[in-house]
T-cell receptor
Framework: DADVTQTPRNRITKTGKRIMLECSQT?????MYWYRQDPGLGLQLIYY???????NKGEISDGYSVSRQAQAKFSLSLESAIPNQTALYFC?????????????FGEGSRLTVL | TQLLEQSPQFLSIQEGENLTVYCNSS?????LQWYRQEPGEGPVLLVT?????EVKKLKRLTFQFGDARKDSSLHITAAQPGDTGLYLC????????????FGGGTRLMVKP
């Protein structure tokens, strides 16, 4: 079983719909992240959380919101999806105790907004 | 926002050839990581470099961190089809709380 699990893996929706992407982890890491991946643009940080009560905006937070329901769960919401939010979304975790700052990624959620 | 440029963006080579991927920034990194991503999966860490001039080897992959800690390279010797994937560099900047900034990636295809 994957240490970082994302659901759904694929989703097609229509403009204006509310979408939630969920992420859960069994690694026991304190830090969690949501990234967006578009071809040629690498990974762009949407939001991150260093602990349950901590939420921080990343580079491209407009149009997104997050909730850190528990240390192991971090969800990403699109309140009113638009076509340019069509992308591959990744959840990642890290351990603040590790000096390398290595990120552990989920398998991704592919979102298509029509 | 820190800018991290990766080149080339695409690379298609024959099995057995050598290749080098570059990662450059105008700012100094506190550390730099290289990830590989295969289709349908998330990126997986290959290596972290921290010291200027550092060289690390992982089988046929050689990673080098520039002396000034502003650039890095990944060299693959005798590439194999299993090396096919997206290679991402990610730099941590101390003035950004050591949060990672990712390059745009190099998509490598190794043909048998």
């Amino acid at each position: 079983d994957a240490d970082v699990t994302q659901t759904p893996r694929n989703r097609i929706t229509k403009t204006g719909k509310r979408i939630m992407l969920e992420c859960s982890q069994t690694k026991g890491h304190d830090r969690m992240y949501w990234y967006r991946q578009d071809p040629g643009l690498g990974l762009q940080l949407i939001y991150y959380s260093f602990d349950v009560k901590d939420i921080n905006k990343g580079e491209i937070s407009d149009g997104y919101s997050v909730s850190r329901q528990a240390q192991a769960k971090f969800s990403l919401s699109l309140e009113s999806a638009i076509p340019n939010q069509t992308a591959l979304y990744f959840c990642a975790t890290s351990d603040s105790g590790l000096s390398t700052g290595e990120l552990f990624f989920g398998e991704g959620s592919r979102l298509t907004v029509l | 926002t820190q800018l991290l440029e990766q080149s080339p963006q695409f690379l298609s080579i024959q099995e057995g050839e050598n290749l080098t991927v570059y990662c450059n920034s105008s700012s100094v990194f506190s550390s730099l990581q290289w990830y590989r991503q295969e289709p349908g999966e998330g990126p997986v860490l290959l290596v972290t470099v921290v010291t200027g001039g550092e060289v690390k080897k992982l089988k046929r992959l050689t990673f080098q961190f520039g002396d000034a800690r502003k650039d890095s390279s990944l060299h693959i010797t005798a590439a194999q089809p299993g090396d096919t994937g997206l290679y991402l560099c990610a730099g941590a900047y101390s003035n950004a709380g050591n949060m990672l900034t990712f390059g745009g990636g190099t998509r490598l295809m190794v043909k048998p």
